[in-house]
């Protein structure tokens, strides 16, 4: 099993780009999640798909869409790049057990640089 | 809304000492409390996940508490060795996590 994968691991983009960041697992899970990573601010969660088919926001979405292609992946698009979107862009994904004990597992994230 | 802090933000020890992590959140109605390992350049590692309902779990030289009435946690390393060098971070929630900054920690051979 190779877990939960992440494509690029890393992307320069100028301001005004966009591009669209890959999460795939292979752990049949049903949830599914994006986090960006700032220096001294932790993981913030930026959209999350509890199950194929929904996506609801997180506590940092704006400037981003999410895409749940299918059960397996779950993409992450910045439709115009912006300096503050500098960050390590970290996927996850969990069973899905609502109020339960659900641990989630993390790929190994993507390091995005904005000009 | 939740939110959850960790202190201190670093930590140095040398090896072999015995060493405790603080993580404390505001929101009592915590369904589960998780910890992670991040090594650098690595994505995050789960250590260990309590229940609401429980109140300690183990693993190993790891052990990670939770006293919900007073809005802590703590995780506990035993016989610290250079290779649990990492930053640990902690997690409140059920599927929407929230994390604390992290302790960055060092163990010196």
């Known amino acids: 099993n190779a877990g939960v994968t992440q494509t690029p691991k890393f992307q320069v983009l100028k301001t005004g780009q966009s591009m669209t960041l890959q999460c795939a697992q292979d752990?049949?899970?049903?949830?599914m999640y994006w986090y960006r990573q700032d220096p001294g601010m932790g993981l913030r969660l930026i959209y999350y798909?509890?199950?194929?088919?929904?996506?609801d926001k997180g506590e940092v979405p704006n400037g981003y869409n999410v895409s749940r292609l299918n059960k397996r992946e779950f993409s992450l698009r910045l439709e115009s790049a912006a300096p503050s979107q500098t960050s390590v862009y970290v996927c996850?994904?969990?069973?899905?057990?609502?109020?339960?004990?659900?641990?989630?597992?993390f790929g190994p994230g993507t390091r995005l640089t904005v000009l | 809304k939740q939110e959850v802090t960790q202190i201190p933000a670093a930590l140095s020890v040398p090896e072999g000492e015995n060493l405790v992590l603080n993580c404390s959140f505001t929101?009592?109605?915590?369904?589960?409390l998780q910890w992670f390992r991040q090594d650098p350049g690595k994505g995050l590692t789960s250590l260990l996940l309590?229940?609401?309902?429980?109140r300690e779990q183990t693993s190993g030289r790891l052990n990670a508490s939770l006293d919900k009435s007073s809005g802590r946690s703590t995780l506990y390393i035993a016989a610290s060795q250079p290779g649990d060098s990492a930053t640990y971070l902690c997690?409140?929630?059920?599927?929407?996590?929230?994390f604390g900054q992290g302790t960055t920690l060092q163990v010196k051979p």
């Open positions: 929101d009592s109605a915590i369904y589960n």
């Open positions: 996850a994904s969990s069973e899905g057990v609502d109020r339960g004990p659900d641990t989630q597992y």
């Open positions: 752990m049949n899970h049903n949830s």
């Open positions: 309590i229940q609401s309902s429980q």
């Open positions: 997690a409140g929630g059920g599927g929407k996590l929230i």
């Open positions: 798909s509890a199950s194929e088919g929904t996506t």
